[in-house]
């Protein structure tokens, strides 16, 4: 089975579970390797504090990474919300604590979270897309603190419609500069199967986008079930180790310490 490698644990305010128990699942399921990534979004205005505190949280990996060394290897890191004018704050941060591989996440635009209503008043569904991918672009060419871009097309889970009208190429214009930002910059592209959570039948970003990733000369992609429960760990990842390779992948990747090792799909 792949490793799971966006993997959320009580350490992120929008999740309640152990993160011993998030590793007890990645055991059960054949896991070799998982990455523990609890969101870290510095300067949001938000009803959950999504902010992490990282010696507590990082101190608390070291000893579980310790304590299952002989069942399952655990490497620690962070899902970063990126935003542009905080990027000094983001360069120190990730200079300053030791981790083994970094999701930089586009969460909030304008200020809001497209989780919640509010991002889309006043905004057809294609203007939001449109904002969304216009923000991940200027944000991925602004910013080298992550090893891989999360969840590039996530926000479609949240919409009233969720997928049924959309279509990637419709973005082609903010989509294929973002892609080939990412292959410029040596960063991996993460494949999310939180989607299929969501009832997209699809991962994000999808599989379009990942097709033409391939295509532009991507070859680092990571993937992740961002499991906030248990039940969550490793969703569909048969089904998605299948997708990559029908995708153009033979490779997908992992990181220790910031630095991409690629296992056979
Ligand atoms: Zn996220
Ligand atoms: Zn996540």
Do not use: W
């Not at 009580?10 to 059960?28: H, K, V």
């Not at 009832?199 to 990733?213: D, S």
């Not at 079930?225 to 390779?245: C, K, M, N, W």
């Amino acid at each position: 089975m792949l490793c799971d490698f966006h993997i959320h644990t009580g350490f992120s305010d929008d999740s309640d579970t152990p993160p011993a128990l998030q590793i007890e699942r990645a055991i059960a399921l054949g896991m070799e390797r998982i990455c523990i990534t609890d969101h870290h979004d510095y300067d949001v205005v938000s009803q959950i504090d999504f902010t992490l505190d990282f010696p507590a949280y990082l101190s608390a990996m070291t000893q579980l990474r310790r304590q299952y060394r002989d069942r399952i290897r655990v490497e620690i890191g962070v899902e970063l919300g990126l935003q542009r004018h905080i990027a000094g704050y983001l360069n120190e941060l990730t200079r300053t604590y030791e981790l083994d591989y970094i999701i930089g996440s586009r969460h909030f635009i304008d200020g809001l979270d497209p989780y919640y209503p509010a991002f889309y008043e006043g905004r057809t569904l294609k203007e939001a897309l449109r904002r969304f991918f216009e923000v991940s672009l200027k944000t991925v060419q602004a910013l080298d603190c992550f090893d891989s871009f999360g969840h590039l097309d996530y926000i479609v889970r949240y919409f009233p419609e969720k997928n049924t009208n959309y279509r990637p190429a419709c973005y082609a214009d903010y989509i294929d500069p973002l892609l080939q930002t990412l292959i410029q910059k040596g960063k991996a592209l993460e494949c999310n199967t939180g989607g299929f959570r969501y009832r997209l039948g699809h991962p994000n970003p999808r599989e379009e986008i990942l097709r033409r990733y391939r295509e532009l000369g991507g070859e680092l992609i990571t993937v992740g079930s961002d499991a906030h429960t248990p039940d969550y760990v490793g969703i569909e990842f048969d089904r998605t180790a299948q997708l990559l390779r029908e995708c153009g992948f033979r490779y997908y990747t992992v990181y220790h310490r910031r630095k991409a090792e690629m296992l056979p799909l």
